[in-house]
T-cell receptor, first 118, second 115 residues
Framework: AQKITQTQPGMFVQEKEAVTLDCTYD???????LFWYKQPSSGEMIFLIY??????QNATEGRYSLNFQKARKSANLVISASQLGDSAMYFC???????????????FGRGTSLIVHP | DGGITQSPKYLFRKEGQNVTLSCEQN?????MYWYRQDPGQGLRLIYY???????QKGDIAEGYSVSREKKESFPLTVTSAQKNPTAFYLC??????????????FGNGTRLTVT
């Protein structure tokens, strides 16, 4: 079963508008961390934002915020005031609190391709 | 500046040849990872290492081998046994001691093409 599900293969947004990228996760651990990464066409993976399962406030980093709904097991990324440079692949990832196979191995979703139109 | 360096950026090989992808980090991270990325598949874990001289198979280890002789280095060898080696390979590291709140730091990737 997928631990991280990103249901939107592709998204389009107009420049300066906000966009939400969906992510749902599956874990039986009480303690875990959720991450979002950006991958531009050049290929490098850029860490954007982190949310801990015990954090009461939604995480924010500049124009990025994470809409964390623990009961629904969702961790959607919200990008406000989209810019042309936001066009990229976006990956949601989870790191569970209990080691699996001796390590806290991150699990990634399949990604969402975001295109920002001028 | 600290970071992870992968080399080369592009690599071309003939079928049947082994090839080694380099990954070096100066972040003093304990854990290092190799991922393979194919279009529409996300990232799949090949191998990971938590400490020097120790490494574990990931989800798709067949046809690959690694070594971890130094903390800074985690090279990946794609052997001739790997049936479909053409892909984008990403190396990552993390401060394992920070447990589940520690993000991965990635290199810029190596795009391997085997013909």
């Amino acid at each position: 079963a997928q631990k991280i599900t990103q249901t939107q293969p592709g998204m389009f947004v107009q420049e300066k508008e906000a966009v939400t990228l969906d992510c749902t996760y599956d874990t039986s651990d009480q303690s875990y961390g959720l991450f979002w990464y950006k991958q531009p066409s050049s290929g490098e993976m850029i860490f954007l934002i982190y949310q801990g399962s015990y954090d009461e406030q939604n995480a924010t980093e500049g124009r990025y915020s994470l809409n964390f709904q623990k009961a629904r097991k969702s961790a959607n990324l919200v990008i406000s005031a989209s810019q042309l440079g936001d066009s990229a692949m976006y990956f949601c990832a989870m790191r569970e609190g209990r080691p699996k196979r001796g390590s806290y191995i991150p699990t990634f979703g399949r990604g969402t391709s975001l295109i920002v139109h001028p | 500046d600290g970071g992870i360096t992968q080399s080369p950026k592009y690599l071309f090989r003939k079928e049947g040849q082994n090839v080694t992808l380099s990954c070096e980090q100066n972040l003093n991270h304990d854990a290092m990872y190799w991922y393979r990325q194919d279009p529409g598949q996300g990232l799949r874990l090949i191998y990971y290492s938590q400490i020097v001289n120790d490494f574990q198979k990931g989800d798709i280890a067949e046809g690959y081998s690694v070594s971890r002789e130094k903390k800074e280095s985690f090279p990946l060898t794609v052997t001739s046994a790997q049936k479909n080696p053409t892909a984008f390979y990403l190396c990552a590291s993390s401060n394992q001691g920070a447990l589940h709140n520690s993000p991965l730091h990635f290199g810029n990737g190596t795009r391997l093409t085997v013909t």
